[in-house]
Nanobody
Framework: QLQLVESGGDSVQAGGVLRLSCVAS????????WAWFRQVEGKEREGVAS???????RYAASVKGRFTISKDDAKVTANLQMNDLKPQDSAVYYC?????????????????WGQGTRVTVSS
């Protein structure tokens, strides 16, 4: 089944920049909807950004203007460019994908998840 592997998490200072990447393997087709979620211990997982197969993009209000989601259908990868990071962006970030034309920012829309990559932003 579809497997996702994230990378790029790190510790940075406020105002810093990180780029998360997610590589898919064992897919049976490349028509995927993608999303990035994050989770702080003790809190629910929240949608950060989503990119449907048709190119529709959605962002959480808290990251709009600072984060950019992108994908490469040929390479079956997705990225999350994170600029002007804030301490409240600290979390484990998860890549999610599914064989859907459209999915959005709901966790229930995705059946396939990566293992997570930790982002820590210090003030």
């Amino acid at each position: 089944q579809l497997q996702l592997v994230e990378s790029g998490g790190d510790s940075v200072q406020a105002g810093g920049v990180l780029r998360l990447s997610c590589v898919a393997s064992r897919y049976f087709n490349k028509k995927l909807a993608w999303a990035w979620f994050r989770q702080v211990e003790g809190k629910e997982r929240e949608g950060v950004a989503s990119l449907d197969f048709d190119g529709t993009i959605r962002y959480a209000a808290s990251v709009k203007g600072r984060f950019t989601i992108s994908k490469d259908d040929a390479k079956v990868t997705a990225n999350l460019q994170m600029n002007d990071l804030k301490p409240q962006d600290s979390a484990v970030y998860y890549c999610a994908a599914d064989y859907k034309f459209r999915a959005g920012l709901g966790t229930s829309e995705y059946n396939y998840w990566g293992q997570g990559t930790r982002v820590t932003v210090s003030s």
